[in-house]
């Protein structure tokens, strides 16, 4: 009878065993999948963290090894947060004129050294829901300083692309839809949108690079700035000084300043579609006489993704979703040589 119970007894406790060793495993497994995961970051995330677009930094690691990220089981790449700290070094060198092939050059953990801002820029990526419902907040109690002061700290804490793209562009979208719900005051989007050009512009005042070579200028009629000051931002944080002329601008007046100036490219901006259906056709004949001696990029909402004749012009269209960042690499490059 004992032996009976001691069998019974031991096989339970085996059989307990073998059970929370293949909970355990599989949990810990988990447990170490998920704690690697939440430190993860795809490539279209890094892409926009970064502003290099996904194309360069496959190139960049095929021909340096310069990271070698891991894999998701469906092959994608994942990127660690050190990935996207050295990434982000990477840019800041590149933006004072270091070439890539000298910076791959570098120890990692010597580049590494000195980039504690973009360390505390990964880890804050959190907290962007936070301050941007906090901007919408303060917009819609039309509390300035408030607003002031979140943007105080938020660009203390966080680089001025990574504000841009993750906090001004999302929260000016979002009073969109409260305004056009009847939720917001078109006074509470005109405070936050005059709030967020001020920064824009001492952003660009603090770099000012000379002399300008390119125009930027909105469509005419076309009221909307925000999207030209950030391209316009992210040109000249390339050394590439820009003439600004701001909104509305009649395509008579943008000639003329063209053919003062002779630039060696034209922004152009447009967010109603409306905008774009009735002034296409004086752009196409204005590309005629000149989309062959400028790069004419044209971007924002009333974009479209493409238009065969104004692209056969000389037209790069950069419709929303694409980031000016990438537009401004894009120029740099083929600007390479003919650039001051
Ligand atoms: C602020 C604002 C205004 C302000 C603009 C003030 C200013 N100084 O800029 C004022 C009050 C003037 C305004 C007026 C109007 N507005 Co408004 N406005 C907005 C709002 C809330 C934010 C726009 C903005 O700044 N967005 C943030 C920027 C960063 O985004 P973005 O412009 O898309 O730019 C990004 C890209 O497109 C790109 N980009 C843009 N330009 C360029 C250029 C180049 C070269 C490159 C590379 C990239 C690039 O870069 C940016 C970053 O990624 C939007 C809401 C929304 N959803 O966007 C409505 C919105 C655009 N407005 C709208 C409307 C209807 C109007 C009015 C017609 C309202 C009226 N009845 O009077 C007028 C039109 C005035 C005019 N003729 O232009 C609609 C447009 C709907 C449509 N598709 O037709 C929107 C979408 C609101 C809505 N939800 O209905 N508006």
């Keep these: 009878m004992f032996k009976i119970y001691t069998l019974i007894v031991q096989s339970m406790h085996r059989f307990c065993q073998e059970m929370w060793r293949k909970i355990w495993t599989k949990s810990s497994y988990s447990v170490i999948l998920l704690v690697a995961l939440a430190k993860m970051y795809k490539l279209g995330t890094v892409s926009r963290l970064t502003g290099f677009s996904p194309s360069t930094l496959r190139a960049w690691e095929r021909r340096y090894g310069l990271l070698r990220p891991a894999r998701s089981h469906g092959g994608q790449r994942l990127y660690s947060e050190e990935d996207v700290r050295l990434l982000l070094r990477v840019r800041e060198l590149m933006d004072q004129g270091h070439r890539i092939g000298e910076i791959v050059l570098r120890d990692p953990k010597e580049l590494l050294e ?18 941007r419902r906090a901007l919408v907040e303060a917009a819609l109690a039309f509390d300035a300083d408030r607003l002031e002061q979140i943007f105080d700290e938020t660009f203390a804490r966080l680089s001025p692309q990574l504000v841009l793209e993750r906090v001004v562009g999302p929260v000016a979208e979002r009073i969109g839809e409260l305004w056009a719900s009847g939720r917001c005051t078109v006074a509470s989007e005109h405070l ?18 000379d002399p300008p070579q390119v125009l930027a200028a909105c469509f005419p009629d076309e009221r909307h700035e925000l999207g030209l000051l950030m391209a316009t931002y992210e040109i000249m944080r390339r050394g590439i000084g820009v003439l600004y002329l701001g909104a509305a601008v009649p395509f008579a007046d943008l000639e003329h300043a063209y053919l003062v100036r002779h630039p060696v490219a034209v922004l152009l901006s447009v967010t109603l579609p409306s905008l774009w259906a009735e002034h ?32 056969e012009a000389g037209a790069i269209l950069w419709p929303a979703g694409k980031s000016p960042a990438e537009l401004a690499d894009k120029l740099r490059q083929a600007l390479r040589g003919r650039l001051v």
């Design 114 to 131: 000195g980039s504690h801002p973009a360390c505390s820029e990964v880890a804050a990526l959190g907290d962007l829901e936070e301050i």
């Design 192 to 209: 936050f949108t005059e709030v967020a050009s001020r920064r824009l512009r001492s952003l660009q005042g603090a770099i000012r690079p």
């Design 280 to 311: 296409r056709d004086d752009l196409a004949a204005l590309l005629k006489r000149h989309g062959r001696q400028a790069v004419w990029a044209i971007g924002g909402r009333g974009s479209p993704v493409e238009d065969p004749e104004l692209s």
